[in-house]
């Protein structure tokens, strides 16, 4: 067989420049801005780093699940896309920069940092073995670095594939992923509780890790299907993938819009039924002043527009339509994060200033420099992978 | 025996990839009226036979648009309209509790309804027969063959043409199939004045069945399960007592155990010379308190200070603090308690004559605890 043969016709095109270029442009103009809102108002500025950094562990650690689903499934269908995936999952080599300036200013964010208050308070002292910050950076750094070792372990052999084209890394990698799905489950739910739930110290939801959950796939799929929807369109894929990857991949997002919901409303109706203070003052701060028109806007954003654009088979299949609810999906799940973090921060109504929109600038800037740096140099399909032809040609 | 008619020809195939094949040739050629049947479903045969999507989706959603409305109206009525009761001070219609009954009344009414619709009106059942049934060709694409068949009445069908297509595609088994006009049908069977006939007749057969089996069966021997007893059953009417009665008075000159008649009544000035016979022990105390919280506390509060629970419901009675009260004798409070005073009812019958002296040695605790006396604070 001849090489152009077993690669599939695959044209190893780069990426332009251009996207670079705006994605360092992005970058640098929401890190000064950043950088500068940390002089004006560092405690806000904080707050807004925690929503930056669970947006960007939503995507990476999101898309990395998304490649370990994979691989444990047997899934054939995303084959031909899987390397966008891990592309996207190279975010998780920066979450720790993303969270240094939050680990020199956990006094400012967090409550039950303060010695005195941890005393005093019975219901914090009791929590206190697990809240304290020593605990808390060490359950970070060995979060951050499971998903770096994991991130390695998974794409490094992915990526060897594409030259010994070898079946057994297939199966290596099938038995990593097995081991990093329970990894990646325990870490996301502590990773919520951790940077977001104990915002509100009091305050408990044993639903907290799986939300925060669903809206980690939902982040990484529309991450990932914005990209591939693109990167198809422009021919950096192979040929042949066609509505039914579209379908399958529209499904996903349709799928998860649901289960976000779904679990939305789990947590709010048993709070609501049971009504005791120590748990639905959660949900009345979110209902405080300006800050209910954010919680409306959430259930409109996040589930009701993008419930009904991709309800239809058609619209499933239609590029365009696609990458604009993928978009529309990011955004939502911001704002999420956004509901989750700031009601701490100013309980009296939601606050919107420049520095609020620095950071999704910073966000978007890191998404796209990271995405654009890792695919230099690297194949866009996994063309080593036994199941690639299969997936190509995949068909509902 | 009728007259048999052409219905199809069909050709059959060894692999999914020659059915594909087969299929976008077909479709090439123009043919609308014909089908593919394999042993399980053969992911892309949609594409090959250019089939449009299908209608089913907007029956779904009709479907479950319908089921939110049945669901919201339901639980609306059910709770706020027919049999409204306060559940944990919430108001009567609570949309939040009512989503998931929703959300399940939308899921069964699209699924249920959905694989009726396309039973009925998709497949046009119930039907005899379909004429491929009982074929060989049936028998083939059901285990391990993949067949076409392309109907006679297709505008195209000639049949020459349709045999020699069928070979240039290499098919090796290429059968008409026959059909027997009355067995078969190809309208809309559910529309036929017998079928909704018999639609009626059963749905008045369930439901007047339901009817009877909820509303009158349930009351009849043996289905009331015994529910019906000669007994005396608080509220009704005795069937056994001439006067109907279930409650019988005392025969006279007896009393019951431990119900001594009371005999000062109406005489608050006799009834205070008794003393209390019970001594201020713990058990006693502790009888007292329990009884005391449980009669008198909602209306004269924990503290007897007369800071009523009731919320106004019923008037605030005066302090049990009061000079008047302290000074009274234990048999004068007795006496409140056994005959009630003005607007308070009587506790005669809820509380035993021991009680009612222990709830007094409470009341005097609490008496005590705002005005104590010298020695107690020595
Ligand atoms: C339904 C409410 C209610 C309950 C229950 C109740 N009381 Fe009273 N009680 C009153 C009211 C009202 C008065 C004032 C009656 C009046 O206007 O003379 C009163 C008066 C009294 C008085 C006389 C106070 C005075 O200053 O004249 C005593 C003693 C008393 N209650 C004791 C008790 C005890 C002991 C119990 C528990 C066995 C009890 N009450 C339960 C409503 C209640």
Redesign the pocket.
């Known amino acids: 067989m001849s090489s152009s043969l077993t690669n599939f016709g695959y044209q190893g095109k780069e990426l332009p420049v251009k996207v670079r270029n705006i994605g360092l442009a992005l970058f640098l103009i929401g890190l000064v801005l950043a950088v500068f809102g940390y002089f004006v108002e560092p405690v806000r500025s904080m707050f807004n780093n925690i929503i930056l950094l669970t947006f960007i562990v939503s995507i990476g650690l999101g898309s990395l699940f998304f490649v370990a689903l994979e691989y444990v499934s047997g899934a054939i269908w995303s084959v031909p896309f899987r390397r966008v995936m891990e592309f996207f999952a190279a975010l998780l080599l920066i979450v720790p920069f993303i969270a240094l300036p939050l680990l020199f200013n956990l006094h400012d964010i967090f409550h039950w940092t303060h010695p005195e208050v941890m005393k005093t308070d019975k219901l914090l002292a009791g929590k206190a073995p697990y809240l304290n910050e020593e605990f808390f950076i060490v359950r970070f750094l060995v979060f951050a670095a499971l998903w770096i070792l994991f991130y390695f372990a998974i794409t490094l052999t992915s990526k060897k594939q594409d030259i010994t084209k070898e079946t057994k890394l297939t199966r290596r990698n099938i038995k990593i992923s097995a081991v990093f799905i329970p990894v990646f489950a325990l870490t996301v739910s502590f990773t919520a509780i951790d940077w977001l739930m104990t915002l509100e110290p009091h305050w408990f939801s044993t639903i907290y890790g799986v939300y925060y959950f669903s809206g980690t796939v939902l982040a990484a799929l529309a991450a990932g299907t914005y990209a591939i929807v693109n990167l198809n369109e422009k021919g950096y894929l192979l040929k042949g993938l066609d509505k039914d990857h579209y379908y399958s991949l529209g499904a996903l997002l349709f799928a998860f819009i649901n289960f976000w919901a779904y679990i939305a409303f789990s947590q709010f109706l048993l709070i609501w039924y049971a009504n005791l203070p120590e748990e639905t003052i959660w949900f009345l701060q979110r209902w405080n002043g300006s800050w209910k028109y954010i919680s409306i806007l959430l259930i409109i954003v996040q589930f009701v527009v993008p419930y009904f654009g991709l309800l239809s088979q058609p619209s499933k299949k239609d590029g365009k339509k696609l990458k604009f609810f993928a978009l529309w999906i990011l955004a939502a799940h911001y704002i999420d994060l956004y509901w989750l973090a700031m009601p701490t921060f100013s309980k009296e109504g939601f606050v919107l200033g420049w520095i609020e929109l620095a950071y999704p600038i910073l966000a978007v800037g890191i998404v796209v420099l990271v995405f654009s740096l890792k695919s230099k140099k690297n194949n866009f399909v996994a063309i080593g992978d036994p199941k690639l032809k299969r997936g190509i040609e995949f068909k509902l | 025996m009728s007259e048999k008619k052409l219905y199809s020809y069909t050709a059959l195939f060894n692999t999914p990839d020659e059915i594909i094949h087969a299929t976008e040739k077909v479709s090439e050629k123009g043919y609308k009226n014909y089908d593919v049947n394999t042993p399980y479903p053969v992911h892309g045969l949609d594409g090959a036979m250019k089939l449009p999507p299908s209608k089913l989706g907007y029956i779904a959603l009709v479907l479950g648009l319908s089921g939110i409305m049945a669901g919201l109206l339901m639980t609306y009525w059910m709770s706020a309209v027919d049999y409204p009761i306060n559940i944990g001070g919430k108001p009567v219609f609570s949309f939040p509790a009512y989503i998931p009954i929703i959300f399940e009344i939308t899921v069964l009414f699209a699924s249920v309804g959905t694989v009726l619709a396309m039973l009925l009106f998709f497949f046009k059942l119930p039907n005899n027969s379909h004429p491929l049934h009982g074929t060989n060709y049936m028998k083939a694409v059901s285990s391990d063959k993949y067949g076409i068949s392309i109907s006679a009445d297709d505008k195209l069908f000639i049949e020459e043409e349709v045999i020699n297509l069928f070979k240039e595609l290499g098919s090796t088994e290429i059968h008409p199939v026959y059909y027997d006009e009355v067995e078969v049908n190809y309208k809309n069977k559910i529309f036929e004045p017998n079928f909704i006939m018999f639609l009626v007749v059963a749905f008045i057969l369930t439901s007047g069945a339901t009817y009877v089996t909820l509303n009158k069966l349930m009351y009849m021997v043996p289905f009331d399960w015994m529910s019906n007893q000669e007994k005396v059953i608080p509220q009704s009417k005795s069937m056994f007592y001439s006067d109907g009665f279930g409650m019988r008075t005392p025969v006279e000159g007896t009393i019951a155990r431990g119900h001594i008649p009371y005999p000062y009544k109406g005489n608050p000035e006799a009834a205070s010379a008794m003393p209390n016979p019970l001594l201020p022990s713990k058990e006693n105390m502790k009888i007292g308190q329990q ?2 919280d449980t ?6 509060g924990f503290h ?1 200070e007369g800071d ?1 629970r ?1 919320r106004g419901q ?7 603090h ?1 000079e ?2 302290r000074n ?1 004798t234990d048999g ?2 007795f006496h ?2 056994t005959e ?6 009587a ?1 005669n019958t ?2 035993t004559n021991d009680e ?1 002296w222990a ?2 040695l409470h ?1 005097r605790a609490l008496q005590r605890s705002l005005n104590a006396k010298e020695t107690d604070l020595q």
């Open positions: 009884k005391y009669y008198c506390s909602p209306c004269h007897a009523s009731l019923f008037p605030n009675p005066p302090s049990l009061s008047k009260v009274w004068r409070i409140v308690i009630g005073q003005n607007i308070m009812p506790y809820q509380l009612k709830v007094i009341l």
